[in-house]
């Protein structure tokens, strides 16, 4: 649309795992259509594609991500041998600050919130200031998997607890539009649950995040997948409780616009069809602005 006013963008990223690298796509689309993001609201997954955006480090996540295999991710996995959760996440955290810098919120060019739950007093928490890193593994804290964090007297855990599509922190934005990504949306019917077959050449990229990432011991790799088994029904439980929370949420406080990703997509954990998973987000963009653009002309 030349010389129109390019509209800005309060954007709300969904809890959902490995299918919130759609994300990464939906961004890319809604920028490339000109829309001008100035705000970001998160949980879980969501909370770290939008902080990790919003910091201007979207593209090196993106080259990660895109290169890490289903080993990488088991050997970021640092196991907690207490009771509160499997994975402490120190790893995983300490990576990503390595990669996008270690930023506090209020420093960050696009506003930023990240949502979390606090299970001391069962309530909504809005993490916008301080250690971005600090405010994404509290919104990334999935029950029996990751450990909460401690935030002053309280634990918090993932935001999706309470609100997998925050749109309630977009409320005081002045942009011209608030669009959401849900990621609970409906299943895809054509959709195969079989995972695309791998190629055994490495890129260069691949080889620097193997030697960056220090490997475990066999025998801890063996127990640990033996562990993450004995969570499927339980990140089955919890996406589903996601998913019905996240449909009664858009109804009560609809978005000006929703971009819907399926919720069978991929599994919960399946981070390394990181390349599959953005396109995907891509294409349900460029249907969503093709419908835009329908209605508007």
């Known amino acids: 649309m030349p010389g129109k006013k390019k509209p800005t963008v309060s954007l709300v990223l969904g809890s959902g795992g490995a299918r919130g690298l759609a994300h990464i ?8 259509a000109g829309y001008d993001i100035r705000s ?3 949980c879980s997954i969501g909370a770290l594609v939008g902080g990790v955006f919003a910091a201007g ?5 993106e080259k990660w991500v895109r290169a890490i295999s289903k080993v990488d991710i088991l050997s970021l996995m640092d ?3 207490g009771k509160e ?3 402490k996440g120190d790893k995983i955290i300490n990576t990503l600050v390595e990669l996008v810098g270690d930023q506090k919120i209020e420093d960050l060019p696009i506003s930023f919130t990240a949502v979390a739950t606090d299970i001391t007093h069962e309530r909504e928490v809005w993490l916008s200031s301080g250690p971005l890193f600090d405010a994404i593994r509290a919104s990334m804290s999935l029950p029996l998997f990751f450990t909460p964090v401690k935030h002053g007297k309280a634990h918090l855990i993932d935001g999706g607890v309470l609100n997998p599509v925050p749109i309630a922190p977009t409320f005081r934005d002045k942009t011209d539009i608030t669009i959401a990504v849900h990621l609970g949306g409906r299943k895809d019917r054509d959709r195969k649950e079989e995972k695309p077959a791998k190629s055994d050449n490495k890129s260069p990229l691949h080889e620097k995040i193997s030697k960056f990432i220090s490997f475990l011991k066999s025998g801890e790799e063996d127990e640990r997948e033996k562990k993450l088994g004995s969570l499927s029904v339980a990140n089955q439980a919890f996406d589903t409780m996601q998913s019905t929370i996240a449909r009664q949420k858009l109804a009560a406080y609809p978005p000006d616009a929703t971009i819907e990703i399926s ?3 991929c599994g919960t954990m399946d981070f390394d069809r990181a390349a599959e998973i953005i396109e995907i987000g891509a294409t ?3 249907e969503f602005l093709s419908r835009q653009e329908k209605h508007s002309g």
């Open 57 to 61: 480090k979207l593209d090196e996540f």
């Open 85 to 87: 959760g499997l994975i």
């Open 284 to 286: 349900e963009t460029r």
């Open 79 to 81: 196991i907690s041998w």
């Open 40 to 42: 970001i609201s998160g």
């Open 263 to 265: 919720r069978n997509i």
């Open 25 to 32: 796509g939906v961004i890319h689309e809604l920028q490339k």
